[in-house]
Nanobody, 122 residues
């Protein structure tokens, strides 16, 4: 059964860093792409980055290019989102999700984690 679970959120000061983890079911990355999204209060869910499990290719939305990095581990059981130079506007609930192809559109994703809160504040 396809399952994803995020962790690593928390409170961080502006300019700081966090690494989010998304633990995935065994062999998920053999068949799916995994993306990271966020949703701030009153705003639509926004696609941030996605990694294709079979070849490791990545895509990013413009607003996080150069600050956020998506990666997997050697066992392909987790997908990470390294977030650097965080800003207050990065405050949101962050989700990982799985899709059959690389995408940043929430409607393309078939299974979602429960989310983890990231708050950027001094």
């Amino acid at each position: 059964q396809l399952q994803l679970a995020e962790s690593g959120g928390g409170l961080v000061q502006p300019g700081g860093s966090l690494r989010l983890s998304c633990v995935v079911s065994e062999r998920t990355l053999d068949y799916y792409s995994v993306g990271w999204f966020r949703q701030a209060p009153g705003k639509e869910r926004e696609g941030l980055s996605c990694i294709k499990g079979t070849d490791g290719s990545t895509i990013y939305t413009e607003s996080v290019k150069g600050r956020f990095t998506i990666s997997t581990d050697n066992d392909k059981r987790a997908v990470y989102l390294q977030m650097d130079n965080l800003r207050p506007e990065d405050t949101a609930v962050y989700y990982c999700a799985a899709a059959h192809w690389p995408s940043l559109k929430p409607t393309d994703f078939v299974t979602w984690g429960q989310g983890t809160q990231v708050t950027v504040s001094s």
